[in-house]
């Protein structure tokens, strides 16, 4: 099993729509959990972090974690053509300085 | 302000060449550094990480080595390229988030690596 799995997609949406994009993780013991947001060619950049079980808010993103199921994910509401990029999760293994990334959720906004 | 710096940015190397990426960190002391790769179309691959000056943590045996010959300063070497080793090669620190006051990933521009 790899540590952290995301569905590749791509996921299509319609502009205006709501994304949702998932992540699962094997370490049980993981407590700090990241999504970032990568643009053809370009490095990754942090959209949220969340730490605690549940929602968390910020503009038009909303982070959700289920530390029982192992399971993080990412609504993107009102989505626009510019959120078309690529979606990494990432989580930090308990213990350790390591940042495991999932291999990305590939997002297409339709205009 | 709290920077990081990546170079080359782009380079085009044969099979069997050495190689050598640097990465420094601004306005901050004693940070976590962070190599990754990136091959085409897939995610991001931890190579190594370093919490201290001669400090490093290798995660995938390969001919790739990294040194921290300074505090600010992480450095990606290989002795002899192979094409497998074409990618983006991206570092990161480990910074505190302001608001959250946890520590975050952040990463440089990239280096993009194309074996011949």
């Known amino acids: 099993q790899k540590e952290v799995e995301q569905n590749s997609g791509p996921l299509s949406v319609p502009e205006g729509a709501i994304a949702s994009l998932n992540c699962t993780y094997s370490?049980?013991?993981?407590?700090?959990f990241f999504w970032y947001r990568q643009y053809s060619g370009k490095s990754p950049e942090l959209i949220m972090s969340i730490y605690s079980n549940g929602d968390k808010e910020d503009g038009r993103f909303t982070a959700q974690l289920n530390k029982a199921s192992q399971y993080v994910s990412l609504l993107i509401r009102d989505s626009q053509p510019s959120d078309s990029a690529t979606y990494l999760c990432a989580v930090n293994m308990a213990g350790t300085y390591k940042y495991i990334f999932g291999t990305g959720t590939r997002l297409k906004v339709l205009a | 302000s709290q920077t990081i710096h990546q170079w080359p940015a782009t380079l085009v190397q044969p099979v069997g060449s050495p190689l050598s990426l640097e990465c420094t960190v601004e306005g901050t002391s004693n940070p976590n550094l962070y190599w990754y790769r990136q091959a085409a179309g897939r995610g991001l691959q931890l190579l190594f990480y370093s919490v201290g000056i001669g400090q490093i943590s290798s995660e995938v045996p390969q001919n790739l080595s990294a040194s921290r010959p300074q505090d600010r300063q992480f450095i990606l070497s290989s002795k002899k390229l192979l094409l497998s080793d074409s990618g983006f090669y991206l570092c990161a620190w480990f910074r505190g988030d302001r608001v959250s006051g946890a520590n975050v990933l952040t990463f440089g521009a990239g280096s993009r690596l194309t074996v011949l």
């Open positions: 370490d049980r013991g993981s407590q700090s």
